[in-house]
């Protein structure tokens, strides 16, 4: 339904659309343990360390290494406007408010794909086994939504899906560390978040992007997901 509704023109706030979308994961979820169980208690709600939750926040920091790279090669430029607008505007005391926008957009999906598949996989597949799955999931759910997205850009639509699918399937390797040594969806909320918001938001408006450099950067850049098989590697040689 939510997939319907973006591709009408005539939808006035496609925000609530994608909010629904976005939640469609967690509602399903939530209906499974209700109609099975007559409980949503084992939805991994506990709050864990704080430790855990920070460094879930934080993480998502590592990708800038990409865009300083480009930076200081002189692929691309700096967007002097946008750190000039980030200074001067209210865009720092907006900033809590817009990572908490985030997080409840995010915790629709968290509590599905973590808190709901990955908590019960875990039981009965390895680390790998589970990541795997779960990320093949997460990805052919974005497929139909990004089609809508870049089916009018003057892109290779089949490489921007196929990187940002490989990225999702790597990225889920992280959300499965934080889940299985936290044992709450939280710190997976937060890294959503923080992931979504800093790479689109941030990120990536700090440069001045071509065609050149749209592969590089971004969610359908070879740059990003390069750090992503970095960083999940890491956390899955620190698993158990």
């Known amino acids: ?13 496609k925000n609530l659309v994608i909010l629904g979308l976005m939640w469609s994961p967690g509602i399903s979820a939530i209906l499974t ?33 990409v ?3 480009l930076w200081i090669t002189g692929i691309s430029k700096l967007n002097v406007d946008f750190i000039k607008q980030i200074v001067t505007s209210d865009f720092l005391f907006e900033y809590p408010l817009l990572i908490a926008t985030g997080l409840f957009y995010a915790l629709g999906e968290e509590i599905g794909w973590r808190g ?7 039981k009965y597949k390895t680390f790998l086994q589970t990541s795997i799955i779960v990320g093949i999931i997460w990805a052919i759910w974005h497929i139909p939504i990004l089609y809508i997205m870049l089916a009018k850009a003057d892109i290779n639509l089949l490489l921007a ?15 499965t560390w934080f889940i299985k040594k936290s044992s709450s969806v939280w710190p997976c909320v937060i890294l ?35 750090i992503s098989l970095i960083l999940a590697f890491a956390l899955y040689l620190k698993r158990n």
């Open 1 to 13: 339904l939510s997939i319907f509704l973006l591709i009408q023109k005539n939808i006035s706030n």
């Open 67 to 69: 865009y300083i790279l």
């Open 161 to 175: 899906l196929s990187i940002y699918s490989l990225g999702v399937i790597v990225e889920t390797f992280m959300y």
């Open 33 to 65: 343990r209700l109609l099975f169980s007559g409980s949503i208690k084992d939805l991994a709600w506990r709050f864990p360390k704080t430790k855990f939750l920070l460094f879930s926040f934080i993480l998502p920091f590592t990708y800038i290494i």
């Open 116 to 122: 709901f598949l990955t908590i019960r996989l875990l």
């Open 192 to 226: 959503h978040t923080s992931y979504n918001f800093h790479i689109q938001e941030v990120f990536d408006k700090l440069l001045i992007k071509d065609r050149s450099d749209f592969f590089i950067t971004g969610e359908f850049g070879f740059g990003v997901l390069i």
